[in-house]
């Protein structure tokens, strides 16, 4: 069984910035990537950032420029660095990880806000 740990969400004012961090443990075989994705009130859940352990990353195109993903695979960590965050960047923020063997786990969400 695999535990996601997410610490760093909470109340910035627009043009602010957050780190969120999520950290790993358990029963972890091979990780193949973690990301972030965050979902906001009647919408999906959709990928914010997404880094593989080879150290390839993808962003959603709302986040480009503003957004930044890194990891420590030793530590089976990822990090989130949101800067220019907008209200419309208000959401949970779900911490994701993805197996080498196709298993997915979830964290139990960080809520960001974004709110003058």
């Known amino acids: 069984q695999v535990q996601l740990v997410e610490s760093g969400g909470g109340l910035v004012q627009p043009g602010g910035s957050l780190r969120l961090s999520c950290a790993a443990s358990?029963?972890?075989?091979?990780?193949?990537?973690m990301g972030w994705y965050r979902q906001a009130p009647g919408n999906q859940r959709e990928l914010v950032a997404r880094?593989?352990?080879?150290?390839?990353?993808n962003y959603a195109d709302s986040v480009k420029g503003r957004f930044t993903i890194s990891g420590d695979n030793a530590k089976n960590t990822v990090y989130l660095q949101m800067n220019s965050l907008a209200p419309e960047d208000t959401a949970v923020y779900y911490c994701?990880?993805?197996?080498?063997?196709?298993?997915?786990?979830w964290g139990q969400g960080t809520q960001v806000t974004v709110s003058s």
């Open positions: 358990g029963s972890i075989f091979r990780i193949y990537a």
């Open positions: 994701n990880i993805e197996t080498v063997v196709g298993g997915i786990s």
């Open positions: 880094r593989t352990s080879g150290g390839s990353t």
